[in-house]
């Protein structure tokens, strides 16, 4: 069965500051994607950033990029120029590509506290 | 707004009631998710529907709960007499023919 970790339950970041964000993940497939999503006090998820397992270069959006690392199955999220808005609690999440399946499998979460 | 559209977002019910959640997906997304998270954990998958048809159920979706897509458009989460232990957000979230699957704001349940 796939299985996501988030090993950090909290994490503190100054402003302006860089700071990242562990995930590591169980997997026999060999196609999948994997996902960050953040999740503010307000409760919508919102998507972050995704990455294709297939794809050996590292996603980026903005101020947010992975570090995908397929043979250690890590996947973690690097956030430069933290801001106040930043904080919220961050879930890493996997799905499997293709057949009837579609379903997110996350972690636990992070966290994130950003300091003024 | 043509984002996930959840409602009620907020029910408070005695215990042994039946409560129905609605979940509006965006629209032509024919993928629709429900999923529930507890307060300190990560969404659990309780059910898929690929259009109309609901595709696959997680064990966590006992006889107490059930969940419809009429003409795969609208979806509907029922839970029966219900428990002090389905206290929880209910999230609903839809995928069109990308990859990404959008949620919704939630459903939060307290049984008291």
């Known amino acids: 069965a796939q299985t996501v970790t988030q090993s950090q339950p909290e994490m503190s970041v100054q402003e302006a500051e860089t700071v990242t964000l562990s995930c590591t993940y169980d997997t026999s497939e060999s196609d999948y994607y994997l996902f960050w999503y953040k999740q503010p006090p307000s409760r919508q998820m919102i998507l972050v950033i995704r990455q294709e397992a297939y794809k050996q270069q590292n996603a980026t959006e903005n101020r947010f990029s992975v570090n995908f690392q397929k043979a250690a199955k890590s996947f973690s999220l690097k956030i430069s120029d933290s801001q106040l808005g930043d904080a919220a609690m961050y879930f890493c999440a996997y799905r499997v590509y293709g057949g009837s399946q579609g379903n997110l499998i996350f972690g636990k979460g992070t966290k994130l506290s950003v300091k003024p | 707004d043509t984002g996930v559209s959840q409602n009620p977002r907020h029910k408070i019910t005695k215990r042994g009631q039946n409560v129905t959640f609605r979940c509006d997906p965006i629209s032509e997304h024919n993928r629709l998710y429900w999923y529930r998270q507890t307060l300190g954990q990560g969404p659990e998958f309780l059910t898929y529907?690929?259009?109309?048809?609901?595709?696959?159920k997680s064990r966590l979706l006992s006889d107490r709960f059930s969940a419809e897509r009429p003409k795969g458009s609208f979806s509907t989460l029922e839970i029966q007499r219900t428990e002090q232990g389905d206290s929880a957000m209910y999230l609903c979230?839809?995928?069109?023919?990308?990859?990404?699957?959008?949620f919704g704001e939630g459903s939060w349940l307290t049984v008291v």
């Open positions: 529907f690929q259009n109309e048809a609901q595709l696959e």
């Open positions: 979230a839809s995928r069109g023919k990308g990859d990404t699957i959008y």
